[in-house]
């Protein structure tokens, strides 16, 4: 009989180039390239680029591929529309409305040929910062701002389009930084429930958009991308860094998750968290970062030492997003402005050699037995 791993913990599902984890060595690498590396030195234009192609871009390519994101960022006006008619409600349930809206209007819907397939993931990594922020500003009453037009062939980073058409105006360099650093690091990680998710759609040969709307239903969990949201609503339950302790003591003593904390894969630190950190370190002196900062150290310290676990992205994320003037509820949907790069990456790798994804689970109900008549059951 065969063993069954619950969670799939530790089960190699599938081949992948695309990014590779050592959790034991605290390494995350994107196409061969460490993940921090890319963080300390790259943008998400050419994150995203290595990601979907393969390999960094010469100047050249990069130039031509900015150029097609933001040719493609304005998101049909429709699309926008429908979304405002709608009843308020989780900002990710309306993202996952607005990516299966954008499906109607993608040019190449239906078409299944290679390049195709990759200008609707180019067209999606596009649009869905723009999807966010008009999400956010529906939520506050507000209408869509359109994303920033006309500059060279650098164009404008995700980071600042995301930020200008949430705030209406010009974000400040550091924020944009800030920002550009966390999208790099949450481009992608390996088969995550949501890339996993996205994989086994995409296998089904369903449509890219099916695809990354199964994905972000897996995000919207929790136990996934939500922890971010529920980590920042933690650090505002507590106040204040003296209560943090006992706060933290408390809630283990009642069996309650720790959001932030921990991770499936990594036995030791977690690299896009270690970096996280040292990047707010250097920001303590701003008190939207040093207060909260403050608490999230004491929460980590009491966790650490009762139940050797250490902090995840989400536990700092959670803390950069409000910096950078990013509302709570808007957490998640932001983390997904930079995974579906991800996403769009495996999806089209696992159309290139698509095998149907169809395990196996093991039962454990009733055996055979005789079917009984209605009249005749007691």
């Avoid at 956010?136 to 037009?149: D, K």
């Avoid at 069996?255 to 932030?260: N, Q």
């Avoid at 676990?309 to 509302?327: E, Q, R, S, W």
Wanted: hydrophobic fraction near 45%; proline fraction near 8%; charged fraction near 20%.
């Amino acid at each position: 009989m065969s063993t069954v791993r619950s969670g799939l913990e530790g089960v190699m599902a599938t081949s992948s180039a695309v990014s590779f984890i050592d959790g034991d060595r605290s390494l995350l690498t994107y196409r061969g390239y460490s993940a921090t590396d890319l963080a300390q030195q790259s943008t998400f234009e050419e994150t995203a680029y290595l990601l979907l192609e393969g390999e960094l871009p010469t100047r050249a390519q990069l130039e031509a591929f900015v150029a097609q994101l933001e040719a493609a960022r304005p998101v049909p006006q429709p699309v926008l529309d429908r979304l405002a008619a709608l009843p308020q409600a989780d900002p990710m349930a309306l993202l996952r409305t607005g990516v299966s809206l954008l499906a109607h209007f993608d040019p190449d819907r239906g078409r299944t040929e290679p390049d195709a397939l990759r200008r609707t993931v180019q067209r999606l990594v596009a649009q869905m910062p723009t999807l966010v922020a008009a999400i956010g500003r529906l939520g506050q009453g507000l209408p869509p701002i359109p994303p920033l037009r006309g500059l060279g062939p650098t164009g404008r980073p995700t980071a600042t389009q995301l930020l200008f058409m949430l705030q209406g105006r010009e974000p400040e360099p550091e924020s944009v930084r800030l920002l550009d650093i966390a999208f790099i690091l949450h481009a992608d990680h390996e088969l995550n429930a949501s890339t996993f998710t996205g994989r086994v759609i995409a296998a089904t040969l369903s449509d890219i958009h099916s695809g990354v709307v199964g994905a972000l239903g897996a995000l919207k969990g929790p136990l996934h991308g939500g922890a971010n949201e529920l980590a920042r609503r933690m650090f505002e339950t507590i106040g204040e860094a003296s209560q943090a302790a006992a706060w933290t003591q408390q809630a283990l003593a009642r069996k309650e998750r720790i959001m932030g904390m921990g991770h499936r894969v990594y036995r030791q630190a977690d690299p896009r968290a270690e970096f996280l950190r040292q990047e707010l370190l250097a920001l303590r002196h701003r008190p939207e970062v040093g207060r909260w900062l403050d608490i999230a150290l004491e929460v980590e310290r009491v966790v650490r030492e009762a139940k050797g676990l250490h902090p995840n992205p989400d536990f700092f994320t959670a803390i950069l997003y409000g910096a950078v003037g990013i509302p709570t509820p808007l957490f998640t949907p932001v983390f997904a402005v930079s995974r579906v790069a991800g996403w769009g990456a495996h999806v089209l790798e696992q159309l290139a050699n698509n095998r149907l994804i169809r395990p196996r689970a093991q039962y454990v109900g009733p055996g055979p037995r005789p079917f009984v008549r209605l009249p005749e059951r007691t």
